[in-house]
């Protein structure tokens, strides 16, 4: 498909960093204008808002997707989120360590990397640890430890997918669409950020169709992608300290576009400005969740939006296991907070109390 375009001096890869830095952009600037936070719709005070947000993003994205399926343009059948031995255990730990990270870091890594182009440094911080720690599970000192997890699977066979249970895709995909727009619709939204939110949801299948369609090159292939972090955030990385010998790929362009996306949509907003840590112990619980995202993220075969907004619309049972586990992680780590917080606050109270001698 992409030989039938005429470029001559530019190879499908190189192509493809500029299509995911355009991603990028439209999701830097959405996800600033809505918010866009999967944490904040399991543990924000507005949860009920954020998680309609980001039903109608999930609804768009799967509808799409499975469009692009059904038209014949792209196939999951070779992905990894199909692979027939899922590692359960991995993508479990995983997924609970990655919940946990972005309750300690008050943000997923997409929306830490859209509140870094708004000139929040804690966010920048986060990413960067992020990256070293999810490049070092994919390949340096922790990566003994995700083989060892990755290497407890179980056998799916066609399973694997939703679309192999009866009623098929149309069947299975129709119906989280379908619930997910019904609670959007009811979540108090102005029409204006549903609309947004869906936007970010469309981004999904154009990245999946865009790498999986337009740009595949038999003699060049290239891996097909959508909206990710983790994986990116570690090339990206890599990238930046190697360029001259490791070329940019998807994830690359697609973190590129992102920050400017968000930095562009916070100037024009007025909403630009920059933040830091308030104390060392803060620092230290950022940097602690930080980590654990990185691991987590790699061991769960994705973030929120890999795993998440990304992967469910395929259909995929590892996928869907790794979104649970990330909101498990996060709700247990809240809980353990708050009570936490409230066991310090009575204890606080007994000690005021307490006559003074």
């Known amino acids: 498909m992409f030989e039938s375009f005429g470029f001559e001096e530019t190879t499908a890869k190189e192509a493809s960093v500029l299509l995911a830095a355009l991603i990028g952009l439209a999701f830097g600037v959405l996800a600033q204008r809505t918010r866009f936070c999967f944490r904040r719709s399991l543990v924000g005070e507005d949860r009920r808002q954020a998680l309609g947000v980001w039903l109608t993003a999930l609804a768009l994205a799967v509808i799409g997707t499975q469009a692009a399926v059904a038209a014949g343009w792209i196939s999951f059948d070779a992905h990894r989120f199909m692979t027939s031995d899922v590692p359960f255990l991995a993508i479990g730990i995983g997924g609970l360590l990655f919940g946990a990270g972005m309750v300690l870091t008050r943000g997923c890594i997409s929306r830490l990397t859209v509140l870094t182009g708004g000139g929040n440094l804690r966010g920048a911080l986060v990413v960067l640890v992020f990256a070293v720690v999810a490049h070092a599970t994919l390949k340096g000192v922790l990566a003994p430890l995700r083989v060892a997890l990755g290497s407890v699977t179980v056998d799916m066979g066609d399973s694997v997918s939703l679309a192999a249970l009866p009623g098929g895709a149309l069947v299975w995909g129709g119906l989280i669409a379908v619930a997910a727009l019904a609670y959007a619709l009811r979540s108090g939204n102005r029409p204006g950020q549903l609309v947004m939110a869906g936007l970010i949801g469309l981004l999904v299948p154009a990245a999946w169709v865009g790498t999986g369609y337009i740009l595949l090159d038999e003699f060049d292939p290239i891996a097909m992608e959508s909206l990710s972090f983790t994986s990116p955030s570690a090339d990206t990385l890599f990238w930046t300290i190697a360029s001259s010998s490791i070329p940019a790929g998807f994830g690359t362009g697609l973190l590129g576009g992102v920050f400017v996306g968000a930095l562009v949509a916070s100037l024009i907003a007025r909403e630009f400005q920059w933040q830091s840590f308030d ?46 586990m990330i909101a498990l992680g996060a709700l247990a780590m809240q809980a353990l907070l708050s009570r936490s917080s409230a066991a310090g606050g009575a204890a606080s109270t007994t000690r005021q109390a307490q006559p003074a001698r």
């Not at 990185?294 to 995929?316: E, F, K, N, Q, Y």
């Open 279 to 324: 104390a060392p112990r803060q620092t230290g619980r950022y940097l602690t969740g930080a980590a654990m995202m990185g691991v987590g993220g790699v061991l769960a075969g994705g973030c929120t939006l890999g795993a998440g907004l990304s992967g469910v619309p395929t259909l995929s049972v590892a996928a869907i296991e790794a979104i649970v």
